[in-house]
């Protein structure tokens, strides 16, 4: 398939705004790579989009944003994987049985 004409100025502008579904971004994504005529209009998407925005200072979510998020697609959030401090005694303590075979063993 060969974008061409106000096709491939429509799929180039959905692309750069972000509105393609997942299987069509991949296929786009693909032609990407293969085809400067392609690239090329993307790229002038993406340069007149960024117009938009220039001036606009970027915003932090709240930090409760993702959760909201996942919660509403219905995923549970990350497991913690414990107390930081939990990990670096278990490691300094490897460390330190490491030294004592090292220095039992050596000659």
């Known amino acids: 398939m060969k974008l ?8 180039a502008a959905a692309y750069a705004l972000g509105t ?5 971004r991949r296929r ?3 032609l990407l790579q293969r ?3 392609i690239r090329r209009a993307w ?6 989009l960024s117009e938009f925005t220039a001036d606009i ?3 932090r979510p709240p930090d409760r944003a993702w959760a909201d998020i996942e919660k ?9 994987t414990g107390n930081p401090l939990r990990w ?20």
């Open 88 to 107: 670096l005694l278990a490691a300094a303590l490897i460390a330190a049985i490491s030294v004592l075979v090292w220095w039992n063993v050596r000659p």
């Open 28 to 30: 786009f994504e693909c």
């Open 72 to 80: 509403k697609l219905g995923r549970k959030p990350p497991r913690r």
């Open 4 to 11: 061409q004409g106000r096709a491939l100025e429509q799929v």
């Open 57 to 59: 200072p970027p915003v």
């Open 20 to 24: 393609l579904s997942s299987r069509a």
């Open 43 to 48: 790229q002038q998407w993406e340069q007149r």
């Open 35 to 37: 085809d400067i005529q």
